[in-house]
């Protein structure tokens, strides 16, 4: 027993010893974790608006686009001229090509923000949707350079794998490979090294001609050391599309086209206008990129706020289609294949809010022949300006309102923390190493429930106080009380001894039972006094009505010794 009893009490030491200390200031911070979450939630309901107003926008694109259409179907005379149909490369999808001032082949994708891009989906050897790497494909001219060609090729990916040998062995890592010629069937194959960026890798191309042809293929391999595939990617045949041709006085659809394009320029963003073999017959319009941030160091501040929480969220070039579908048809495909077809692809985020690319694209007949496609796009970006600056002003606002509560709430925690010690201090002070009151507990400046407790304290020390008095008074009346019969039964003791006669003898003796007794009843009285304090302790005390029990006590004493 006494062996399971020191067990216990080691058990109970050792529990004691290695308890979590939670402080209250401690347990505030772990209450205003969650705060950190609203910051998400404002953004994601940001986000849920931003969209719902992408897809009205891209609505009411499609419809305009209709309406653009409408002005060009059946218009023999604008492309009963223009290249046949069969011109265009069998099985090729059109690859659209941007026109752009210069390209610097620095591996920095700032003067490619603009360009519409194409997304290249991931698949797993399995032949599922892979979701590890996005990829973004995207091509243009230069007009300081005629004749040159520039392809990007822009990947978000948890990191960049470079093929290596090791002991002689070659292992496998990402590989980008660029195939171009002037048929299918005499591609030449071009091995691209990406380059690192944060949050993927990027390669710029150069072309000192452009090709006639071209097919991007992607291979992405595991970076924790098994360097398994983990998605393959394959653009497939892509055909460049031709530019605008310059015009020619012997060529009457000069002046159509003029007409045309006038009409065409009423649209918001860029209208272009192809032909059945996928070149580009007309342009009117740009695309209009993301307005500049603003300098301000509140700007800055409120960026800097804005990309530290959507850290965890998707990067840009996001690509949107469900897991398991097949990868989407570009707009200018389906086009000129007959059907129309809306496009949204993500490029960016400004502020927590995402800019999209919108592209809608109708046919355009004549008869029963498509003839071309109209190509509408436009950036949402060029319209977010002023909700940038309005969800900066809110970011900065909800930052000093969360650094506010915290400061406030730590505030708060910091004086009651403060209040609760001052008052484990006092009452600790209050009693001292043999459990005596020597102390109080002051009166409390608040009347909460911290004051509460220290008046609860206060009461009880005043408690204890009085029992500690009541307990000295109790052993001086003792003493009182004892010492009488004590000394009677002592001095009769005494003079029965030196007392011969034995009538004295008999009175001693009476008065020492006389103090006996007296002693008897003394510590009679403390044994019921005991026991009535023990039963008054274990039993409930209920109201009594005093008049009643006086009238019903002197009933009683009538009763039974008479009036």
């Known amino acids: 027993m006494r062996k399971a009893a020191h067990a216990m009490g080691q058990h109970r030491r050792t529990a004691r010893r290695w308890r979590l200390p939670l402080g209250l200031r401690f347990t505030l911070a772990l209450a205003m974790v969650p705060l950190l ?24 694109q499609a419809q305009a686009a209709r309406n653009l259409a409408a ?6 005379d604008l492309f009963e001229l223009g290249a046949a149909a069969g011109d265009r ?32 989906p991931m698949r797993a050897p399995e032949g599922t949707i892979a979701s590890v790497m996005r990829v973004r494909l995207a091509a243009a001219r230069s007009q300081e350079r005629p004749g040159r060609f520039y392809l990007l090729v822009d990947a978000d990916d948890e990191r960049l794998v470079l093929p290596e040998i090791r002991d002689g062995r070659r292992l496998a890592g990402d590989e980008l490979i660029v195939e171009h010629g002037l048929h299918a069937d005499s591609m030449r194959p071009l091995h691209v090294q990406p380059q690192e960026r944060p949050g993927g890798w990027i390669a710029e191309i150069a072309f000192e001609t452009e090709p006639a042809l071209l097919r991007v293929r992607i291979t992405d391999v595991d970076y924790l050391g098994s360097r398994r595939v983990e998605g393959e ?8 599309v031709r530019p605008v041709a310059a015009p020619t006085h012997n060529d009457r659809r000069t002046a159509l086209w003029a007409d045309a394009v006038r009409g065409l320029a009423r649209a918001s963003g860029r209208v272009s206008v192809f032909d059945a073999a996928g070149a580009l017959l007309a342009q ?38 469900e897991p398991g579908a097949m990868p989407a048809v570009p707009p200018l495909t389906r086009a000129l294949s007959g059907l129309p077809a809306q496009q949204a692809e993500r490029i960016s ?58 400061l406030a709430l730590l505030a708060v925690g910091s004086v009651t923390v403060a209040r609760v010690v001052r008052l484990r201090r006092q009452a600790e002070q209050a009693i001292d190493s043999r459990g005596r009151v020597v102390g109080g507990i002051r009166a409390p400046l608040f009347r909460d429930e911290i004051g509460a407790l220290a008046e609860s304290h206060a009461n009880v020390l005043e408690r204890l106080r009085q029992h500690q008095q009541y307990v000295g008074n109790l052993r001086g009346r003792l ?11 002592r001095s009769s003791l005494d003079n029965l001894a030196a007392e011969a006669d034995p009538q004295r003898q008999e009175a001693y ?20 006094a005991s026991s009535l304090e023990a039963m008054l302790a274990q039993s409930t005390l209920e109201p009594v009505d005093l008049a009643a029990l006086l009238n019903a006590c002197a009933d009683g004493y009538r009763s039974a010794f008479g009036s």
């Open 71 to 76: 002005s060009l179907h059946e218009r023999r």
């Open 89 to 120: 490369r069998a099985g090729a999808e059109p690859l659209p090509v941007e026109l752009l001032a210069d390209v610097v082949v620095d591996h920095d994708a700032g003067e490619w923000l603009e360009v519409p891009g194409r997304a290249l």
């Open 509 to 528: 003796l009476a008065r020492a039972r006389d103090g006996a007794q007296r002693l008897e009843r003394i510590v009679a009285s403390m044994g019921e």
């Open 37 to 60: 979450v609203l910051p998400l939630v404002g953004l994601r309901f940001t986000e849920v608006m931003t969209e719902l107003a992408r897809n009205e926008r891209l609505e009411n």
């Open 284 to 321: 009117s319009g740009r695309v209009s990129g993301d307005p500049p941030p603003a300098d301000e160091w509140q700007s800055r501040l409120a960026r800097r706020l804005l990309a530290a929480t959507l850290s965890l969220r998707p990067e840009r070039f996001l690509d949107d289609s």
């Open 479 to 489: 003493m009182h009380e004892l010492r009488t019969p004590i000394m009677v039964v």
């Open 349 to 406: 985020a400004q502020a927590g809010l995402p800019a999209w690319m919108l592209t809608s694209a109708q046919p355009l007949w004549v008869g029963d022949r498509v003839v071309g496609a109209l190509v509408l796009e436009e950036n949402t970006g060029s319209r977010l300006g002023v909700a940038r600056e309005a969800i900066e002003r809110l970011a900065l606002l909800t930052a000093a309102a969360m650094v506010a509560t915290a």
């Open 233 to 240: 990617a394959d653009s497939g045949l892509l055909a460049p």
